[in-house]
């Protein structure tokens, strides 16, 4: 994807637990380390239980668990809850962008961290226009 940075570090680790729609621990270096995807957010499903939060939390599990993962910087290491910050690839498959273009997730920018925000805006109306996941009709219940 044109938009990741590419003067940035990238590191390899793997996937050992899905925490939610839009954040994973990985292990890298011998330590474990929570990992938030950058410029987007997925539903709750662990605090509170919002619409369509646990499908987004099952199509992360889908994409990455278990996985050999890319991480990617943009600008910020780490957010205030001391999570990475990091776009995430698996293989060819970047998973923060497929998010939000299946209807799991709303593209949201963080600056600094914004390199890939008009690709994920983009990414949002597509799914918006196309009804799917969070964009998708729900049915008026019949009396």
């Keep these: 994807m044109a938009c990741l940075p590419s003067q940035t570090r990238r590191e390899q680790a793997k996937v050992v637990e899905i925490t939610d729609g839009d954040t994973i621990v990985v292990e890298l270096g011998g330590r474990r380390y ?13 605090t509170r239980v919002e619409y369509w939060g646990l499908e987004a939390t099952e199509r992360n599990r889908t994409l ?11 600008v910020s290491e780490t957010d205030r809850y001391n999570r990475l910050l990091r ?17 799991y997730a709303n593209a949201l920018r963080y600056p600094p961290d914004v390199a890939c925000a008009e690709v994920f805006r983009e990414a949002e109306q597509q799914a918006r226009e196309e ?11 019949t009396p």
């Design 34 to 46: 929570k990992v938030r995807y950058i410029g987007i957010d997925t539903p709750e499903s662990t």
């Design 64 to 74: 990455v668990a278990g996985q050999k993962v890319t991480l990617i910087k943009d």
């Design 87 to 103: 776009y995430v690839l698996v293989g060819d498959v970047f998973v923060n962008y497929e998010l939000v273009r299946g209807g």
């Design 131 to 141: 009804g799917l996941g969070l964009w998708a009709p729900t049915p008026i219940p």
